[in-house]
């Protein structure tokens, strides 16, 4: 793999992901540390080996009756296949992604809540990590874009359906500030999702997607990302597993990437 081949998926995939700073799947368990782990199943050839991937460590605690504090550190790893004989490639290189600090707003008696947080700029990925980084989870991509403070404002409707199922609609913006000479851009997010709660099981379904604001000089079809996912969880007792997998409805996305895959582990306390 050479540097314009990784050059062209990080073009494509910054201008083709979504932004959703809280984890839209597996985020929700209050009082409760987390790690998932995500790995991108390209289309083609795949230059990394197995253990490519990124991992985020979040937690989710509730303040009071009204406030959680929600917070996140990713990382990620990339090794590329056969580069020991290449000293610009060889090695592995694990690095932190763009931090992350915030609120959700809660009432037992409103369907509606808010989440408000900061993406610090604390990136430090690189040429032997960056498709991985940005293609493993592509609904949280900007946890690891670099040179930018990114402030998501989201609002969540959750409205009940007959029996254990439920209705998840979220939408907000996401105003991103660019650093060293960087334009800042604006994003609008969405996702649809519904979610069916057994006894020990959740099974969530969904479209998320994006729409770049700051492109207008873009057609909209071109502004646009969307894609299917879905995730299980296993709820019964205080150490709940779970698994993520997503699919890209974006043609420039579906030549690079087949679907990512995550596993979450969540321990409540």
Partial sequence: MNKTILASIITIAFVHFKSNAQNIW?????????????????NGEDFYTFTSSTSVFSTNISLNDKLNFYGEIPLVNGKIKDADLNDFLSGSELSIGNIYIGIQTKSANKPIHMEVGIRLPTSKINFKN????????????????????????????????????????????????????????????????????????????????????????????????????????????????????????????????????????????
Avoid: H
Wanted: aromatic content about 10%; cysteine-free.
């Fill in 130 to 269: 960056s498709d991985i980084a940005l293609l493993a989870d592509i609904d949280r991509a900007d946890a690891f874009v670099t040179d930018y403070f990114i402030v998501p404002i989201k609002a969540v409707y959750l409205k009940p359906l007959k029996n254990d199922d439920f209705l998840k609609i979220r939408a907000g913006l996401d105003a991103w500030f660019g650093q060293n000479n960087l334009d800042n851009e604006q994003f609008f997010d969405y996702s649809f999702q519904y979610e069916k709660r057994n006894k020990n099981t959740n099974i969530i379904l969904g479209i998320v997607g994006s729409i770049i604001l700051s492109e207008k000089d873009s057609d909209l079809s071109e502004r646009v990302v969307n894609s299917f996912g879905g995730a299980l969880r296993i709820t019964k007792g205080s150490i709940n597993p779970g698994v993520v997998f997503k699919i890209p409805l974006d043609n420039d996305l579906n030549d690079l990437l087949n679907y990512s895959i995550g596993v979450n582990l969540t321990k409540k306390f």
């Fill in 26 to 42: 597996l985020g929700d368990i209050e009082n409760s540390v987390s790690l998932e782990v995500s790995k991108p199943i390209f």
